[in-house]
């Protein structure tokens, strides 16, 4: 108990950002990069240099996400450390609410063509103690994702687990699943600035 008490504090003070201000600066960026002969690594984001950047745009689309999910705004900080890459904040009913978020991905069939969305799910054992942590796994490739079809553990040893992706061509809408560790495959869809 002092030790989440520790973490709670440590959350407290943490500067949140906006996601939607976060990707609507980025937006022109975006757009210039696309159409830019950078080489694919730096377009998306796949340098060593450019990982926290990456990161920092994919906590923002899913928080965006779980905006539209809880019906209330959630910010974020990206603020990595051993289990999580960043932290989530909300508000409800004049609680303040803090969740620490680990970072997954689905990555492209170019960076991995035997990746499976099973294997990223499977992995998730190594987290065997965090039932405070939140895992987003992020959809890095085009393909029909079914949410009935992945093959979930009896128990999970996390808080929760999110799959969230880009479901138009040009990134622009994108879709949210889970939590899975309450066995709902239910979705929603949302719009990213553009």
Known sequence: MANSSVRLRGYSKL??????????????????????????????????????????RDAAIFCLGMSQVLNTEVRFSPTEAQDYDFVATWEVDDIQHFCPIQLKEFVSSELNPKATIQAVIDSLSKYA????????????????????????????????????????????????????TRRSTAGIKFHIPR
Do not use: M
Request: a negative charge; hydrophobic letters at 45%.
């Open 129 to 180: 103690d965090s039932a405070d942590i939140t895992v987003a796994i992020k959809l890095g490739r085009n393909f029909c994702f079914e949410p009935t079809d992945l093959c979930l553990p009896a128990e999970f040893s996390i808080g929760a687990l999110w799959v969230y992706g880009a479901i138009a061509p040009d990134q622009s809408e994108w879709a949210l699943w889970g939590d899975f």
């Open 15 to 56: 500067e949140y950002g906006d996601p939607r201000r976060f990707l609507e600066a980025l937006a022109p960026l975006d757009a210039a990069v696309s159409v830019s002969d950078l080489p694919p690594t730096a377009k998306h984001l796949r340098t060593s240099l450019l990982k926290a950047d990456r990161e920092s």
